[in-house]
């Protein structure tokens, strides 16, 4: 059973940077779609970003594109994402997920606790 513990979350001001990180254990990493989901108070789970198994391919929402970035280590069991240009609307529980790829949460069997991101105007 793969387990995803995510870290890097915290507060920051309006135009500063913030990286997450995501650690798996297990053996199905290699072979997993990875992606960041979030969650505002009183909002649905959104759909951040996704890459793709061999990192070749990545997928971003609109409303992170160009200041969001998704990466992997393969060798490491790891995933991350960069995040600059934080604003206020960025706020929210972030989640790492591993699965079949795609934009749909439920598409993702391993998923993480979530790290709280708060950015402050």
């Known amino acids: 059973q793969e387990q995803l513990v995510e870290s890097g979350g915290g507060l920051v001001q309006a135009g500063e940077s913030l990286r997450l990180s995501c650690a798996a254990s297990?053996?199905?990493?290699?072979?997993?779609?990875m992606a960041w989901f979030r969650q505002a108070p009183g909002k649905e789970r959104d759909f951040v970003a996704r890459?793709?198994?061999?990192?070749?391919?990545?997928y971003y929402a609109d409303s992170v594109k160009g200041r969001f970035t998704i990466s992997r280590d393969n060798a490491k069991n790891t995933v991350t994402l960069q995040m600059n240009d934080l604003k206020p609307e960025d706020t929210a529980v972030y989640y790492c997920a591993g699965g079949l790829g795609g934009s749909r949460f439920d598409l993702y069997t391993y998923r993480g606790q979530g790290t709280q991101v708060t950015v402050s105007s």
């Open positions: 297990g053996r199905a990493f290699g072979s997993a779609y």
């Open positions: 890459i793709s198994r061999s990192a070749a391919t990545t």
